[in-house]
């Protein structure tokens, strides 16, 4: 049986360009950075650029690909942004066309790409720091909510934030608050804890994207930042054509969640 | 005796704008960071926002403009970028054309302002923690160094990192990392400590840009990346026309350097 755990970034990432793996990579490469992807063509990519930069805690970038290339030079050296993730999705004019499990063929001269920190890397870090992270725990994806919070508009993009909750108890606020704003190019600290309804969530038990978690009596939901927040704001202002990961399906990189701090 | 220390950024940025404060900035405003400006037309807007995001260390961005905006919504809501600086620099194809009180005859619909920010707001800091800063106790200007340490290219923006140093007793070097770690919206912890040669330094006591300074017997001379790579990378790359501030004339912020820690 292959332990995709303590597997290699590089080598999980040809398994993927070869199409033998084609599932989500949470837990993959246990302590290296996972990616989101949104690759747009150039016409935009200034815009977007301007609202990562105006946004950073919903949209850390950690790095932006020379326009037409499918390489990256700095998170993940030797990867083909086009193929070495297990799943694609494409949108046209903000609607989903399809999933594919690489974009080779789909890929044009003006398309630029923008790799984008993901709360993986965060939560390997709680968890080292004894903080239990309860959709791990209870097997779910992260409950995640559209907040009242309105990101700062570039260009043709804007949107609310979109954030992600985890609830802890609470002499483990102050420490989950230390340990993730050591890591601002992974959404950093959260932007708030406690009341739900500061920040426009009406229902803590009906999130708006992945699962509900239990929420023991006594515990604070905390919420960070999310990286569905770009993908979010990047189907609502309609690109002709758009290239995103499927959820949970991300970019395994070369770095190391630890180095994220510096 | 008018005092500029205490003096509110608003009320200031006042004065400059009505010609009636023409000098450096040092020291204004205590306690308020100040920026240095770009200005580009908008077709070099892209490559330029890229090349600050892929060097976060030299090139901090506080504020990006809207393409053709005098006005900047969050570090300074009011401040007229075109005249609120007490001396501004105009260059044409890289080269210095002259020295003004205000751009605003200049301005253009296609100007994008780059807003970055400036180590004034991380020395006010290592005064407050009784880290000696040398050239401010001999009234000097920073020495500044060329270094051998590359840029990360992004389309026609190249250059090596600019550093400024600050020589230390060994006791107040890892203070020193630890303040300016805690700030990367102003560059942030050094690059560098120790050793000048290692990143391309032959002679410390010949800086490219500033003042040399006194190196007491046993310091360590301790560099951080610097504002002004940014602007020597513009004027290497030889746009139509780039403004920029006239060193030392900066423009200050409503924001407290205490908050460009979060």
Not at 221 to 239: D, E, H, I, L, R
Request: one cysteine or more.
């Amino acid at each position: 049986m292959v332990d995709y755990v303590t597997m290699p970034p590089k080598e999980a990432r040809w398994l993927i360009r070869e199409g033998k793996y084609t599932k989500q990579t949470s837990g993959m490469c246990a302590g290296y950075a996972q990616a989101n992807l949104a690759v747009l063509p150039a016409e935009y990519a200034y815009d977007f650029l301007l609202f990562t930069q105006r946004n950073p805690k919903s949209c850390p970038v950690l790095e932006v690909s020379d326009k037409g290339s499918r390489r990256l030079n700095s998170i993940a050296p030797g990867a083909d942004i086009a193929a070495d993730i297990p799943k694609y999705r494409i949108y046209k004019n903000g609607v989903l066309e399809g999933e594919y499990t690489d974009v080779v063929r789909y890929w044009r001269e003006d398309f630029v790409s923008f790799l984008i920190g993901c709360s993986f890397s965060f939560e390997s870090e709680l968890l080292s720091s004894d903080i239990p992270v309860r959709h791990i725990e209870e097997d779910r994806n992260v409950p995640m909510y559209i907040t009242s919070i309105d990101c700062v508009p570039a260009g043709i993009f804007h949107g609310k934030m979109v954030v992600s909750m985890r609830p802890l108890p609470p002499d483990q606020v102050v420490k989950a608050v230390t340990v993730t704003a050591s890591m601002p190019r992974v959404h950093g600290a959260p932007v708030h804890i406690g009341d739900p309804e500061v920040i426009g969530i009406k229902d803590i038990n009906k999130p708006d994207f992945g699962d509900s978690v239990t929420i023991h009596p006594g515990e604070v939901p905390v919420f960070w930042a999310c990286g569905v927040t770009p993908q979010s704001v990047v189907m609502s202002a309609k690109p002709s054509i758009a290239i995103t990961h499927a959820p949970g399906h991300m970019l395994i990189t070369d770095v190391k969640n630890t180095l994220l701090k510096f």
